[in-house]
Each structure stands twice: as C-alpha cells, then as structure tokens.
C-alpha cells in the first residue's frame, strides 16, 4: 500500500473481504486519494455505508465510520449531518442498496440538498447477497432471480439524481480511475447533494453469469464503452447503444438544507 494513502485505512482489517478481481478497492483508493487531496481532517470526516459488497468498505477506513442497516445509509448520514453540519461526510452504497430498498431516503436527500457526497458502487447486481438482479441490472442480463435475462428496465441512476434535485451529478468507472477522483473532489466541493455513480465489475457474480470474462476483460468492457457527453452526442443512435457517458453531468446552485435549517432554528432565537 502506498505510503501517503495508509494512514486512512484500519491496516488490522485487512485483507479485505472482497473477491479477487473486484472493483471496490480501486473505489477506495480513488476516495482516500481524493481525500488526501483535499486534505481533509481525519477526526472532522464521517464515512457512512447501508449493506452490501459497497458497504464494507467503511470497516477498513480509519475515519469515524458507520456501517448501517440495509438501503438507511443517508438516512443516517442525514442524521450526522444535522447534528453536526461541520463533518466532511461520505456515503458509500450500491446499486441494490441504494436505489431498492433505499430508493425513497436517495430521492429526498437528493430533494433537500443536504450536502453529502455519495459514491454509489454499480456493480449491475446484488454481489454479496445472493446475486439477485437490481433496479440497476441491464435488461436482458442474467441474475440468479432473472436466470432467463432481465425483463425489468433499469434506472438512470444520474437523470433520477437530477431529477430529484441533486445539485452536483458526475459518473466514471474503474477503468476512469483518474477522473472518479477528480469526480469526488468536486463532488465534495459543492455545496449540497453530490452523486458520483461508478461503473464497476463483478467477476464473480455478474460477469460469471453474463460469460464476460476475467475482471480485465471487464475493465476493458468499461473503457471501450464509457464516452465523454462531447463524444456521445457525436454519435449516431447505432453508435450510442451500450454506451455510457463518463464526466461532469450535471451542476447547478441550489440552498442547501442544514445551511437553512440552521437559519431557522437562529430566526426562533431570536439571533
């Protein structure tokens, strides 16, 4: 492990838990190396996750971290975050617990701009807990629970974002590891809900199910296939099928909650 990355993580936790091949830990190296550059207090940065293959990586973040109950992660950020609106913090989540279970808390932090910065893992699949399909499972895609293909239609997890009222939206992969990070420093710099959806692999149970090779031939999956927004409008409605845009895609200004929360709670006392 790189030196300047160490003092971040619990060093007694590892080896991590995760499958040979996954991308989790190359999101959490993007995040800690975001954090480094940020340059942010360790004792003042709070890492939040739900349940879940994601979810496990507050346990090896040396950081004031809670591993909560399944699709609750904002839901306690929220809490952390009113309590006490000076803390930096993260929620990490997937795919399944986020826009399943955790859907209706993901929509409303989005709607009152609460400034967290959340890193969904979309790893297409419920890894760890069965791999069942997800509302982020492509369709025709092969789970355990769609052993036939997938009939359902996935979300857009950045248009329900924006639409929900996000303020900052941005999306890379594993293969886009500079720009995930460059991702989650802005996403962190704006002042309200931030998402940050990456693309990641599953070899073990979405790849193994879906027959797309070794975790390298995902990685290359994501690259030959995740485009800038200036590339894909450049495309013809031929070119654009199966492919993903990658960057900044949305940003907009917008009060951000606890900021007016506390404006209220100073008005009634009269401050």
């Given at each position: 492990m790189l030196p300047e990355i160490e003092q971040y993580f619990r060093l007694e936790k590892l080896p991590h838990m995760w499958c040979p091949g996954c991308?989790?830990?190359?999101?959490?190296?993007?995040?800690?190396?975001?954090?480094?550059?940020?340059?942010?207090?360790?004792?003042?940065?709070?890492?939040?996750?739900?349940?879940?293959?994601?979810?496990?990586?507050?346990?090896?973040?040396?950081?004031?971290?809670?591993?909560?109950?399944?699709?609750?992660?904002?839901?306690?950020?929220?809490?952390?975050?009113?309590?006490?609106?000076?803390?930096?913090?993260?929620?990490?989540?997937?795919?399944?617990?986020?826009?399943a279970i955790g859907g209706n808390h993901f929509i409303h932090a989005a709607r009152r701009n609460i400034n967290l910065t959340t890193i969904v893992f979309n790893n297409n699949i419920y890894g760890m807990t069965g791999g069942q399909y997800s509302p982020m499972t492509p369709n025709a895609s092969r789970a355990t629970t769609s052993p036939y293909g997938n009939l359902e239609r996935p979300f857009n997890l950045a248009e329900l974002a924006i639409a929900a009222g996000?303020?900052?939206?941005?999306?890379?992969?594993?293969?886009?590891?500079?720009?995930?990070?460059?991702?989650?420093?802005?996403?962190?710099?704006?002042?309200?809900?931030?998402?940050?959806?990456?693309?990641?692999?599953?070899?073990?149970?979405?790849?193994?199910?879906?027959?797309?090779?070794?975790?390298?031939?995902?990685?290359?999956?994501?690259?030959?296939?995740?485009?800038?927004?200036?590339?894909?409008?450049?495309?013809?409605?031929?070119?654009?099928?199966?492919?993903?845009?990658?960057?900044v895609l949305h940003k907009d200004e917008a009060p951000e909650y606890t900021a007016e929360y506390q404006k209220l709670v100073e008005k009634f006392l009269g401050r």
């Open positions: 991308g989790n830990g190359i999101i959490l190296h993007c995040l800690v190396k975001a954090i480094d550059k940020l340059c942010l207090d360790q004792d003042q940065t709070s890492i939040v996750s739900g349940i879940g293959c994601a979810a496990r990586a507050s346990g090896y973040l040396d950081f004031d971290t809670l591993h909560t109950t399944h699709g609750r992660a904002l839901a306690f950020a929220t809490g952390v975050k009113l309590a006490k609106p000076e803390l930096n913090v993260f929620v990490l989540t997937g795919d399944g617990d986020c826009t996000a303020t900052f939206v941005g999306r890379a992969s594993t293969y886009h590891t500079k720009l995930l990070t460059d991702l989650i420093i802005e996403g962190y710099r704006n002042k309200g809900f931030s998402l940050i959806e990456v693309i990641t692999h599953c070899p073990t149970s979405f790849g193994r199910q879906n027959k797309m090779g070794s975790p390298a031939d995902m990685l290359k999956w994501q690259r030959d296939h995740g485009v800038t927004a200036l590339r894909y409008d450049n495309l013809t409605p031929e070119e654009r099928v199966g492919k993903f845009v990658v960057g």
